[in-house]
């Protein structure tokens, strides 16, 4: 059986490395990162990750506009997409409840706890 790849689009540094060490050493999954939506867009197609836990605020490219680029792409358009994000109001739930995403795991998140929330998301 392959190794899951799970690609982590986030500005902050210090959210990919908590990221990283969890999905790494919990869900014994490969992980790779990317500092932007351009960077991640580009990484989704050369890569092509089993999964992508995508940050809704970066500067430029932002998370929904990062998110319809790959959905617009045929060869990302299949990969799933967890939203990452610090905005969880009701407001924001309706707004991301009409993108094509699979869930939202709220920041802060529980280290330790990651990788069986996508786990448990993602049927792994």
Do not use: Y
């Not at 060869?75 to 699979?102: E, G, M, N, W, Y």
Request: net charge negative; aromatic share 4%; proline share 5%.
């Amino acid at each position: 059986m392959t190794t899951k790849q799970i690609l982590v689009i986030d500005d902050d540094e210090d959210i990919q490395d908590v990221a990283r060490v969890a999905l790494e050493v919990v869900g014994g999954w490969e992980v790779i990162t990317a500092s932007s939506g351009s960077e991640g867009l580009s990484l989704a197609v050369t890569e092509q990750p089993d999964a992508i836990l995508l940050d809704v605020m970066m500067p430029d490219l932002d998370g929904i506009a990062t998110l319809k680029q790959l959905k617009a792409n045929p060869t990302t358009q299949p990969i799933p997409v967890i939203l990452l994000t610090a905005k969880v109001q009701s407001s924001d739930r309706d707004r991301f409840a009409q993108l094509d995403i699979i869930a939202i795991i709220a920041k802060p998140f529980k280290t330790m706890l990651l990788a069986d929330q996508v786990a448990e998301i993602l049927s792994w």
